[in-house]
């Protein structure tokens, strides 16, 4: 996707980049169209049963903290992404991987 944008709606020098996230520690509801959706995470967190499944294929063991995927977002959002564009950078613990 994010090639696709930066081929055909970029206008030559902007980036385009995106965050895709597994699981993580925050507390949230996302808010589409005035209707609240569920927060997956704590759906997660609050089936210990499920939780552990999950983290099992996750080879970092655990969710991320919500700084570990924070600070990926601020750096690209600065100079230090100046050169990178059409990435997706995979913030999941190794979970796509294993």
């Known amino acids: 996707m994010t090639t696709f944008l930066r081929r055909t709606h970029s206008g030559g020098t902007d980036s385009v980049l995106a965050v895709y996230q597994g699981f993580d520690t925050a507390d949230r509801r996302i808010v589409l169209a005035h209707r609240k959706r569920r927060d997956m995470n ?3 967190r609050s089936d210990k049963d499920l939780e552990q499944r999950i983290l099992r294929t996750i ?3 655990r969710m991320a903290a919500p700084d570990e995927l924070s600070t990926w977002v601020v750096a690209l959002a600065g ?6 564009t059409g990435e997706v950078i995979v913030i999941d613990g ?4 294993s």
């Open 42 to 44: 704590a759906e997660v």
């Open 59 to 61: 080879p970092a063991r």
């Open 79 to 84: 100079p230090a992404s100046d050169f990178m």
């Open 94 to 97: 190794g979970q796509t991987v």
